[in-house]
């Protein structure tokens, strides 16, 4: 069940959109290196500096 902390979709600085949460969850995962690059949505593989943004996203680490 989704709730405020956890809602389904969060904005995504990377994807410059909404994102589903757990998309934003592998993504977090991936840029502090618990996750391999393939296991990342491709939408939020777009970037070269996408580990900086999503460490710096408040979504981050949820």
Known sequence: MFTEEY????????AE?????MDCVLTS???????????????T????DRKEICQH???HGR
């Open 7 to 14: 809602p389904e979709f969060v904005p995504c600085p990377i």
């Open 17 to 21: 959109k909404l994102i589903d949460f």
């Open 29 to 43: 995962d991936s840029s502090d290196g618990h996750l391999k690059e393939f296991r990342v949505p491709e939408e």
């Open 45 to 48: 593989r777009c970037k070269p």
């Open 57 to 59: 996203c408040e979504f």
